[in-house]
């Protein structure tokens, strides 16, 4: 339906965005700049998901202590949107696979409209909630065959079934995640994924997200990070993908946005995290493994030494510690944590994932620095991998 030439901004941006959510191609939509009555709401994040009544829009209703999502139909998602947007939210920014459009509205009414064609095509960040209607990793890529993946005919090859479930989870996770940071949007993203291995999730996400994101894999092994260039080239990824080989501790990026490991060992995944805080990251992702530094510390109370005999439940308690005291050490340096199932145990046995937003609350925050010490005397933590890189004493006296 086209506008009048003197349509006002706002109505452009609300037709705009109204052309997005019929045709599919909203990717999603993020309102700022809260003046509402409801003092601890800050942002809404809104994107597609697909459910089996049909198309909706996710609403995430980001308040200063807690999140709610809601999930409307099209037509009540832009009735409500209409009503929001330079109303109760001076600031909305709409992203399709086309353009962006940024809609700035002043307290007395006045508005303008900022519009930037895309870094390039891309699919849009669609939450599938039933898989076999929407793919993001299509199982006829060919970079999926180079690896291994799959075969001639898109389909995964012996023992990789559980590999490509793993691919997939992980481009859906992702896409949630990024939808819901507060990344920049006017250049591309630098991503880091450090521990890169064969290359599946790193090419992942790359096919993702396409010309949006400059990714870099970080392999120890030489072999690993030549051949998965070699596929890179030979399959057009090479201006936006590339694998260095080096360890992660001695990895030094300068500015990464989003920074990824998963499955990294023991304390790798520490020194993962604080190259991603050294560098300002603004999504951190880890999927913790073989998490031993700390079992020979634990000194649990005595009502729990009975049941400790055992080494599976000593083992259970190593790693829920280790990753408790990280997610802790993440929310002390300023960042919203997020613990989670990564995919189903039939799939993998480490299946933990902790994702950390970087908000907008002062950091480091005093108020969480007792919390985490007394988690740490709890066990008898003494030290921890993160919390030295982080200059964090664990024991109130220590310098």
């Known amino acids: 339906m086209s506008l009048p030439a003197t349509a006002s901004a706002r109505d452009r941006f609300l037709a705009a965005l109204r052309a997005a959510v019929a045709d599919g191609t909203l990717t999603k939509l993020t309102l700022g700049k809260h003046r509402g009555a409801d003092a601890t709401l800050k942002n809404i994040f809104v994107r597609p998901v697909a459910l089996k009544a049909g198309p909706n829009l996710a609403f995430v209703y980001r308040h200063a202590t807690r999140d709610i999502t809601k999930n409307l139909p099209p037509s009540a998602a832009l009735a409500t949107l209409e009503r929001l947007i330079g109303g109760d939210f001076l600031d909305a920014h709409l992203f399709?696979?086309?353009?962006?459009?940024?809609?700035?509205?002043?307290p007395d009414g006045s508005s303008r409209l900022h519009l930037k064609l895309a870094a390039g095509p891309a699919a849009p960040l669609v939450a599938a909630h039933d898989r076999a209607k929407t793919r993001l990793i299509s199982p006829d890529a060919p970079w999926l065959r180079a690896l291994g993946v799959t075969n001639d005919r898109g389909q995964p090859r012996e023992g990789m079934a559980a590999k490509f479930r793993q691919i997939e989870k992980f481009a859906e996770l992702?896409?949630?995640?990024?939808?819901?940071?507060?990344?920049?949007?006017?250049?591309?993203?630098?991503?880091?994924?450090?521990?890169?291995?064969?290359?599946?999730?790193?090419?992942?996400?790359?096919?993702?997200?396409?010309?949006?994101?400059?990714?870099?894999?970080?392999?120890?092994?030489?072999?690993?990070?030549?051949?998965?260039?070699?596929?890179?080239?030979?399959?057009?990824?090479?201006?936006?993908?590339?694998?260095?080989?080096?360890?992660?501790?001695?990895?030094?990026?300068?500015?990464?946005?989003?920074?990824?490991?998963l499955h990294a060992c023991d304390t790798a995944t520490d020194d993962a995290l604080a190259r991603g805080l050294a560098a300002g990251a603004t999504l951190l992702v880890v999927a913790p493994c073989c998490q031993k530094e700390l079992r020979?510390?634990?000194?649990?109370?005595?009502?729990?030494?009975?049941?400790?005999?055992?080494?599976?439940?000593?083992?259970?308690?190593?790693e829920?510690?280790?990753?408790?005291?990280?997610?802790?050490?993440?929310?002390?340096?300023?960042?919203?944590?997020?613990?989670?199932?990564?995919?189903?145990?039939e799939h993998t046995a480490k299946n933990l994932m902790i994702a950390a937003?970087?908000?907008?609350?002062?950091?480091?925050?005093?108020?969480?620095?007792?919390?985490?010490?007394?988690?740490?005397?709890?066990?008898?933590?003494?030290?921890?991998?993160?919390?030295?890189?982080l200059g964090f004493p664990l024991q109130p006296n220590a310098s």
């Open 296 to 318: 020979p510390q634990l000194t649990p109370p005595p009502i729990l030494a009975d049941a400790l005999r055992h080494g599976i439940f000593q083992e259970r308690q190593a």
């Open 96 to 106: 399709t696979t086309a353009q962006t459009a940024q809609l700035e509205t002043q």
């Open 174 to 261: 992702l896409s949630h995640l990024l939808a819901e940071a507060p990344l920049p949007t006017d250049r591309a993203l630098n991503i880091c994924d450090m521990g890169s291995g064969k290359g599946y999730l790193t090419f992942a996400i790359s096919a993702l997200l396409g010309p949006r994101a400059h990714v870099t894999g970080i392999e120890s092994r030489p072999e690993l990070a030549a051949f998965c260039n070699d596929v890179a080239r030979q399959h057009g990824f090479d201006r936006q993908l590339a694998f260095h080989a080096g360890t992660i501790a001695d990895a030094t990026p300068a500015s990464v946005d989003v920074l990824i490991a």
């Open 357 to 389: 937003i970087k908000s907008s609350a002062p950091a480091p925050n005093p108020a969480l620095a007792d919390r985490v010490r007394a988690f740490a005397a709890f066990y008898g933590i003494k030290h921890q991998h993160l919390a030295a890189a």
């Open 320 to 345: 829920f510690a280790t990753d408790a005291l990280r997610a802790l050490l993440l929310e002390w340096a300023g960042y919203r944590t997020k613990v989670f199932e990564f995919i189903s145990t």
